[in-house]
């Protein structure tokens, strides 16, 4: 009887012994009692700085060129959402077509356009009109 609760007593002292080393080296918390802890929630890592760190900087942000012209590009995807109710937008032009530009500059637009009016669900050629598109200019 004796040997018995001698291994008994052994065998929770190696337990515990090595529950409180596993919690030591993974960084665990040791809960003998198995009520309920907060513990879980406030060991988790903080969001934000600490994410935004493992990212390298964008340097496209600091480049004045760049960013320059990507307001021009969503000025125009705006500009042509305006456009769009009205039977104005530009549509890509066929090989040997006249050029026409938009106005933007070449590098960001480099694309040759040409403004067409829908009706009845066919395409063509948009005659000189007093509520004229913008793009006409």
Known sequence: MANGGLKKMLTLAIGEG??????TIFGHQLNPTGKKSAH???????????VAQWYPHDINKD??????????????FYGMK?????????????DGEKETQ???????????WRVYERRR??????KEEENAC???A
Not at 67 to 75: D, S, T, V, Y
Not at 121 to 126: D, I, L, M, S
């Open 102 to 112: 938009l106005g933007l500059d070449s590098n960001i637009r480099p694309k040759i």
């Open 18 to 23: 090595v529950s409180s080393a596993r919690a």
């Open 63 to 76: 480049d004045p060129l760049v960013m320059a012209r990507q307001q021009q590009e969503i000025n125009w």
């Open 40 to 50: 879980k929630v406030l060991r988790m890592k903080m969001f934000g700085e600490k």
């Open 82 to 94: 305006k456009m769009k109710p009205n039977g104005c937008w530009p549509v890509l032009l066929a």
């Open 121 to 126: 669900g066919k395409a063509r050629e948009r």
């Open 134 to 136: 913008a793009w006409d």
